[in-house]
Each structure stands twice: as C-alpha cells, then as structure tokens.
Nanobody, 127 residues
Framework: QVQLVESGGGLVQAGGSLRLYCAAS????????MGWFRQTPGLEREFVAA????????DYADSVKGRFTISRDNAKNTLYLQMNSLKPEDTAVYYC????????????????????WGQGTQVIVSS
C-alpha cells in the first residue's frame, strides 16, 4: 500500500499561482502512475493531470492544459502540481492518487484506475 498526503492549497487571487504537493510513503513511489483530481461540492470528482512512473509521459484535462504542470521527484517520494493563471473555476478540493498495479495508461483519466487517495487540499481562487 501507499499513503498519500496533500499540501499547498490555499486562497489565491485569479491570475495567481499555487504549487500543490503530495507526499507518499509505503511502497516504492516509482511503482505508481500518479494523478491529480479535483472536486467541487455537488459535482463529480474530475481528472486534472497524470504522470507515468518515471515522469516520461503526462496527460492533462483540456481545462488546465497550458496552465498546470504535473511533475514528480521519485527520490523525494513527492508529486507536484504547479498551477498558474488560476481561475475562479479552478476552486475545488484537490486530491492526489496512486494508480493500481493493474493501471493502464489508456484509462489514466478514470477514477477506478487509482487505488490510493489522499485526503485532499482546498484551493480557493477569488475573482
């Protein structure tokens, strides 16, 4: 198993930046495809970004392409999400997730692909 703890959320003005962190512990971090999702009250959790085990491949939701960057440091067991040009519609609880051992890149945007989840960190973007 792997345990995930997010941090870095907060309140920021529109146009600003935040960097989210996800600290992993347990089994080797490099074993896992990693993803970021977000959720607002009353809506389904949605895919934001994903990264392959060694960072060679990434994928993004259309809504964040060009503004968000996912990265990882396997030596530090840490996943990152750099968020620039933030918009009020980016307001949500952000979750990091680790893919199941059977994870397929073709299904990387799908919630069932991920076996482990953090508790989330709140991001609020004011207009």
């Amino acid at each position: 198993q792997v345990q995930l703890v997010e941090s870095g959320g907060g309140l920021v003005q529109a146009g600003g930046s935040l960097r989210l962190y996800c600290a992993a512990s347990g089994r080797p971090f490099s074993n896992y495809v990693m993803g970021w999702f977000r959720q607002t009250p009353g809506l389904e959790r949605e895919f934001v970004a994903a990264i392959s085990q060694w960072g060679a491949v990434t994928d993004y939701a259309d809504s964040v392409k060009g503004r968000f960057t996912i990265s990882r440091d396997n030596a530090k067991n840490t996943l990152y999400l750099q968020m620039n040009s933030l918009k009020p519609e980016d307001t949500a609880v952000y979750y990091c997730a680790a893919g199941a051992e059977s994870a397929r890149w073709q299904a990387i945007t799908d919630i069932p692909t991920y076996a482990y989840w953090g508790q989330g960190t709140q991001v609020i973007v004011s207009s």
